[in-house]
């Protein structure tokens, strides 16, 4: 039977180096060095006791029998992640690995008149909390590196009826003995989201909401709703973002769960705008705010296409190299020119929009209105000028013109495609440069994020905008809508008409 479930766990009493443990198998097994903790039990190195060796290439975790996080993670490892499984999942997909730990065995023991239960598991090496304490933020292509292979493990995970629900650094490992890998780990959390191909039901629970590491749990989550496959993916994209930008928007206010999840509604109903400006100076959010427009369309109990995943944060197609991390004199970066800035952005935002509208096109009408989600933010309508006004207006008017019209160009283009296309095509940014971005405001729905003036670890300054007028009038200084041009045309030739009759009224007279 499964350990009664209590809201917090006692540490173990550490049991003896040398302390010879025997398996459901058979197979004993000696603990060395005790070499961690968590917030649930004890790791020790382990030593098999027919093969003997220095260096340890095992582990063994440890809890008291009635806790609940080992019971749940060793019931994944026996269900969803055999190692003959795994093989055989790498070998149909064709990868060169697959970042899920290997399982050796468990046990019971016992010490000291108390039950302890153990895990034998692969030994892995650092994780990636620790190298971003050090080093800061990550470098691109090696934070979309991390988020391909962990759609790798997610979708073998998701195949496999389990959602993992706790994806942060701190359960991110690198290998071992191959550094350049990187594994998923600690499965304690893990859920049974569609036991025996029955889905869970949508259900909202209040008494069961903000559950999971609040920096990065889903939104369903913060609603009391069972976890599903969009969950994971939703969490994975908070990492990237983190692990690119240095900070979330709502790290300010981790100690009140209810603003945490209004600051992640916020972003997600503003994409990919919300993203894009959160981007680190030189760098781009692109990649990634595709991703979470694709994440957060999907439907409850809907299968993600974690192909169109992949290929939305590696649109050429490289193939995956090591593993690398910035340190912090690594992470040198230039300034954009402001020309070249504006025009990033606005390629970025129409590609990023170009997905959300393939979305939308190729589902119809999305299911969220039985889950309850914040509806989209609609385009507004398009102002008629009427006559001069003061240049403030004129500008905001025509700032509200060119989204509109953006936004129809983008849909026609999806329309007029003879075949629509799983993922579109973007130019390859996959070794983009950046630098270390921290402090900006959280997010709030009724206008953009400010960008603030602030100095790197290189001593370049992050060019400060207005966030009264945004993102998009700066985009309207240096395009014009096409009803605009035509107003221009028809004034032009009205001037140069008259212009004409006083000359010949003068040449006659």
């Not at 969950?231 to 900070?247: A, F, K, P, T, V």
């Not at 100076?281 to 299968?303: F, P, T």
């Not at 790197?456 to 060019?463: K, L, P, Y």
């Not at 041009?485 to 003068?506: M, Q, R």
Request: with cysteine; proline share 5%; charged share 25%.
């Amino acid at each position: 039977m499964p350990p009664r479930r209590k809201e917090k766990y006692k540490l173990p009493i550490p049991l003896p180096e040398g302390t010879v443990l025997d398996d459901m198998e058979g197979k004993q097994w000696v603990l060395g060095k005790l070499v961690g903790s968590g917030g649930f039990g004890l790791i020790y190195l382990a030593f098999p006791t027919n093969k003997p060796d220095k260096d340890a290439r095992h582990v063994i975790k440890v809890e008291y029998q009635e806790n609940g996080p080992l019971f749940s993670e060793l019931k994944f490892y026996q269900r969803a992640a055999k190692k003959d499984c795994i093989k055989k999942w790498i070998e149909l997909k064709k990868l060169d690995y697959l970042g899920i730990p290997l399982f050796y065995g468990s046990g019971i023991t016992e010490f000291k008149g108390k039950s302890y239960r153990f895990m034998v598991m692969e030994r892995l090496g650092i994780d990636l909390q620790k190298i971003s304490d050090q080093n800061g933020t990550f470098k691109k292509s090696t934070v979309l590196q991390l988020g391909i292979r962990m759609l790798d493990v997610l979708e073998y995970i998701h195949e496999n009826e389990y959602v993992h629900g706790d994806i942060k650094a701190a359960n991110l490992l690198l290998g071992y003995r191959n550094p350049d890998r990187v594994y998923l780990a600690d499965y304690g959390l893990s859920y049974r989201y569609c036991p025996n191909g029955n889905h869970k039901q949508y259900q909202e629970n209040p008494k069961k909401g903000h559950n999971g590491t609040i920096e990065f749990t889903s939104l369903d989550a913060h609603k009391g709703v069972a976890l599903s496959r969009r969950s994971d993916l939703e969490i994975l994209g908070y990492c990237l973002l983190r692990w690119l930008c240095g900070r979330l928007p709502w790290e300010r206010n981790l100690q009140d769960p209810v603003a945490v999840q209004a600051a992640k509604t916020n972003l997600l109903d503003e994409l990919p705008e919300s993203v894009l400006q959160w981007a680190p100076s030189g760098s781009s959010c692109r990649e990634i705010a595709q991703y979470l427009v694709c994440a957060h369309n999907l439907a409850y109990d809907e299968k993600p296409d974690y192909q169109m995943l992949k290929k939305i944060l590696n649109p050429s197609g490289i193939p995956l190299g090591p593993l690398e991390f910035y340190t912090k004199g690594d992470s040198l970066n230039t300034h954009a020119p402001d020309n070249q800035k504006v025009d990033s952005r606005k390629a970025e935002a129409k590609q990023a929009y170009q997905v959300q509208n393939m979305l939308v096109g190729k589902k119809g009408h999305s299911d969220r209105s039985a889950e309850s989600r914040t509806p989209r933010r609609k385009v507004q309508e398009e102002e008629k000028l009427t006559g001069v006004r003061n240049s403030e207006t004129v500008q905001e008017s025509t700032r509200r013109r060119q989204k509109y019209c953006e936004s129809q160009e983008f849909q026609n283009d999806v329309k007029s495609s003879p075949h629509e296309s799983s993922c579109i095509q973007f130019p390859n940014s996959f070794y983009e440069p950046h630098q270390d971005f921290t402090n900006p405001d959280m997010f709030n729905k009724s206008s953009s994020p400010s960008w603030y003036t602030n100095t790197s670890t290189t001593g370049m300054e992050v060019t400060e905008l207005d966030s009264s007028t945004g993102f998009w009038l700066t985009v309207s200084q240096f395009t014009f809508s096409e009803e605009m041009k035509l107003d221009i045309y028809y004034y032009s030739f009205t001037i140069i008409f008259l212009l004409i009759l006083v000359c010949l009224a003068l040449y006659f007279l």
